[in-house]
């Protein structure tokens, strides 16, 4: 079998096409026009190998490469790409041969973009049409056999086989049809007698070559007049012009000329247009005398770039001749670039890596060649650019880290500029959102804390507060406050302080004691929570203020109960001597404990004085025969806390040279305000005293016969039993703190050293030697220092105790 020319170029084409396709992805369907809404053109899955079950995940979807309007969709639960609009071959590419629809399929995840090519093609939808419904011709009884008559064509919107294929004639005797490639004549077939016939009717018949056949007629009037000779002739069958789209309107395009040999009225031509449409007729004016025509509007060369208009130039008679007329509408850089966002991942993460797409831009220009030749790009001050992808498409991908907590918004402008003289640009603003990732631990506004607590406090009372930032978002720059596990003196930290995890303030737990700790540090974590969580610790501190809730106690003399030492003084004491000594301590701290000493009591109130500081009691004067041998000192011990607390103690002072003197002291009685002696203590106190002078008088008798060399009736240094001793006493000086012991001799005289009572002196200048004080209980002397509750049988056991130490 011969293969023809034709079909040799046409195999090779459609293998050029075939590689194309592989080459680029591209896709080719054809339909026909007016098919209804829903019809399937073909299943794109199947045909690029996609996964239908992913279509939806993808956003799949189909975008027109100019137009905005959608003709077609894509059915993403099986892949079929369906119309979903009305399509009009004629209205969408009029007289073209082919009528391509140019269509984009856009995946995302990843970015895919495959190009479909949808060929409409054309069925008889269209019958043929003549511009007029009446034909008028006069023609002059002269005309000869074979004249011919030029009829306008009819008009078939639909092309090739579908448009004008065939025309027929109404049959007569006079005229039959002649057909040409681009004209219709009528032949006059037999001379014309006007006085025969005036006028002829005639029906012509236009023919597509559709199925079902679609037809179109008109009618011809035929006027037989007197002889015109001649019809008009353009002086060219094909006129062209070439104007800009920007032409002004009423610039001329062109003017035809038609010539008639005829004279007169038969040679006076008129110009017009043929058939052409509405919209061609508002556009274009021709002058009927001159012509010229005109450009009535603005014409646009993305719209309509080439016009083909048909003139007549008929003469006074009627006869017409025909002409073409072809307009080129050359492009001008009009129309500035179109940028459209196809596609955005907003918002788009923190954490991604640079280069990351996350946009596709599509940039359309309507111009031709160079002013439709695009150029794209972003500001400087965004981490992001364009990169170029397929044609006309763009991808907005990152060129550095994100952060959102420096920017958490970007308004990114992209310009696109043309290459036309002078070029025209635009620019379209891209709002994108930075998502949050948990890329930031809370940090504490301070390095460390501190508080600050008295002792005694309430369990509950807020202590301080701890205060963290996190600059993420959310969840993730939310903040929760918790103590590490820790001990304090042995003890879980939880059980001395909790932390409010939402307000970060602490909560002291329990009561503080300063005597027991000062200060101790625990560690506070603040955690976000994201996922997963990011946390920072900080330490604090606290400190335990002293509060003045210990009283000062007193460690010398003795508290009641234990025993205690009894001072004796002599007679000859000068003012200023050392008599005695008050010691006591304070637990508490600082100024709280800070010690005075005062003489709230006393027998005689004007003999002794005590140091504000020191303690120490001293006589103010010099001792008188007057003055009560036995004197009573209330000592009051105050700390300089706020509130100020005391303790008070009872110092009990013997004024004595000789202990042949101690009878007396059943002379001597408390001032009667101060007795609280019942009758049968006074007779008890008699009783006693009676044989405490026997006792006296033998000791003396035994003293004076042995004539031994005195010794120390009492002695031993002032000892502060270690019992009465705080654990954590410190040795501060001058603060009611223990200093160094003093220690106390008594001597009768102040010469001799011979006698057993020996005067009060000390190894210093001003102090009694430890080892010579009077060593006694409470009980022993109970009778004679007042107290109510001694027993005779008391001052027996002390008798004895003195003989039997005489005599050892």
Same mark, same amino acid.
């Given at each position: 079998?011969?293969? *023809? ?12 096409? &075939? ?33 239908? +079950? ?15 309007? #959608? ?170 012009? *070439? ?6 309107? /009423? $610039? ?17 031509? *008129?110009?017009?247009?043929?058939? !052409? $449409? ?7 004016? !021709?002058?009927?005398?001159? /012509? ?28 017409? $001749? ?20 196809? +596609? ?11 280069? *990351? ?64 003289? =002078? ?80 307000? /970060?303030?602490? #909560? ?10 000062? @200060?101790?540090?625990? #560690? ?16 604090? +501190?606290?400190?335990? @203020? ?28 000068? /003012?200023? +001597? ?17 010690? @005075? ?15 504000? #500081?020191?303690?120490? !009691? ?91 060399? =005195? ?12 019992? &009465? ?18 220690? &106390? ?23 009694? =030697? ?39």
């Amino acid at each position: 079998m011969a293969i *023809t020319s034709s079909e040799v170029r046409g195999l090779v084409f459609g293998v050029l096409l &075939y590689s194309l396709h592989l080459a680029e992805g591209d896709l080719s369907y054809s339909f026909s026009e007016e098919m209804r809404r829903g019809s399937v053109v073909g299943n794109v899955a199947k045909d690029l190998g996609l996964d239908v +079950s992913k279509l939806s995940a993808r956003k799949a979807r189909i975008d027109a490469e100019v137009s905005n309007k #959608h003709y077609f969709e894509i059915n993403i639960r099986t892949g079929d790409l369906v119309i979903s609009d009305r399509i009009d071959r004629e209205g969408l590419c009029g007289d073209k041969a082919s009528c391509v629809l140019k269509q984009e399929i856009m995946l995302e995840n990843p970015l895919e973009l495959h190009r479909v090519n949808l060929h409409v093609q054309d069925i008889n939808d269209n019958a043929p049409q003549f511009n007029r419904e009446l034909i008028q011709i006069d023609i002059s009884e002269s005309a000869v056999k074979g004249a011919r008559f030029p009829i306008e064509e009819a008009h078939d919107a639909d092309i090739g086989q579908n448009s004008v294929q065939t025309y027929n004639l109404q049959n007569n005797e006079n005229f039959i049809l002649g057909v040409g490639t681009n004209s219709v004549e009528l032949v006059l077939n037999k001379e014309l007698d006007r006085e025969k016939l005036k006028e002829i009717g005639l029906l012509l018949t236009a023919l597509d070559g559709g199925l079902p056949q679609r037809t179109g007629t008109v009618k011809i009037h035929i006027n037989v007049l007197d002889a015109n000779d001649n019809i008009p002739v353009f002086n060219k069958l094909v006129y062209k012009s *070439t104007i800009p789209e920007n032409s002004p309107v /009423g $610039s001329a395009v062109l003017t035809v000329s038609a010539t008639d040999a005829d004279e007169g009225l038969n040679g006076e031509v *008129t110009y017009d247009f043929g058939h !052409i $449409s509405d919209e061609v007729k508002g556009i274009f004016e !021709i002058d009927s005398k001159t /012509g010229k025509i005109k450009l009535m509007t603005t014409v646009d060369f993305e719209t309509m770039p080439l016009f083909e208009l048909r003139v007549t130039a008929k003469d006074g008679l009627g006869l017409t $001749s025909y002409s073409k007329v072809i307009i080129d509408v050359t492009d001008v850089n009009d129309n500035a670039p179109i940028i459209n966002v196809k +596609s955005l991942s907003n918002p788009v993460p923190e954490n991604v890596s640079p280069g *990351t797409e996350v946009g596709i831009i599509n940039v359309q220009d309507r111009d031709s060649e160079k002013n439709g030749q695009v150029r794209c790009s972003v500001q400087l001050n965004v981490p992001f650019k364009l990169v170029p992808s397929i044609k006309n498409y763009y991808s907005l991908v990152t060129t550095g880290q994100l952060d959102r907590e420096l920017v958490s918004d970007y308004n990114i402008t992209i310009t696109a500029t043309d290459e036309g003289s =002078p070029p025209l640009s635009s620019s379209k603003t891209v709002q994108l959102s930075v998502a949050d990732i948990n890329d930031n631990p809370p940090v504490f506004e301070e390095q460390s804390y501190s508080a600050y607590v008295s002792e005694n406090n309430k369990p509950g009372s807020t202590l301080c507060s701890v205060s963290a930032r996190d600059p993420d978002w959310r969840q993730n720059g939310t903040v929760i406050y918790s103590l590490l596990p820790g001990e304090v003196n042995g003890a879980s930290v939880s059980s001395y302080l909790s932390v409010n995890g939402d307000t /970060g303030v602490i #909560h002291a737990v329990r009561s503080f004691d300063y005597e027991q700790f000062r @200060s101790f540090k625990v #560690h506070v974590m603040a955690r976000d929570n994201g996922s997963p969580p990011l946390s920072s610790n900080v330490t604090v +501190s606290v400190f335990i @203020s002293d509060v003045n809730d210990n009283s000062p106690q007193i460690l010398y003399p003795a508290p009641e109960g234990s025993s205690f030492m009894t001072e004796l003084v002599p007679k000859a004491a000068h /003012g200023g +001597s050392l008599v005695s000594k008050v010691i006591a301590v304070d637990a508490d701290s600082g100024q709280n404990a800070w010690l @005075s000493y005062h003489i709230v009591k006393a027998t005689d109130p004007g003999l002794f004085t005590i140091g504000l #500081h020191s303690g120490e !009691i001293r006589t103010q004067r010099d001792i008188s025969e007057s003055d009560s041998m036995k004197q009573n000192l209330i000592v009051a011990v105050k700390d300089n806390g706020q509130p100020s607390l005391s303790a008070t103690c009872a110092m009990y002072l013997l004024i004595s040279d000789n202990l042949a003197e101690v009878p007396e002291l059943k002379d001597i009685s408390y001032d009667e305000k101060n007795s609280k002696l019942t009758s049968y203590l006074i007779i008890a106190l008699v009783s006693v005293s009676t044989f405490f002078l026997t006792f006296i008088i033998i000791i003396l008798g035994v003293r004076f016969c042995r004539r031994r060399k =005195p010794r120390l009736l009492f002695d031993g240094a002032v000892a502060i039993p270690g019992a &009465y001793l705080p654990p954590n006493y410190a040795d501060v000086d001058g603060t009611g703190t223990l200093r160094s012991a003093y220690n &106390y001799d008594a001597y009768l005289t102040t010469g001799s050293r011979t006698s057993d009572f020996k005067f009060v002196s000390s190894y210093n200048d001003n102090t009694l =030697p430890a080892d010579q004080t009077l060593k006694k209980s409470p009980t022993e002397f109970a009778d004679m220092f007042g107290d109510s509750d001694a027993s005779p049988e008391v001052g027996m056991d002390f008798l004895q105790k003195i003989f039997s130490d005489k005599e050892s």
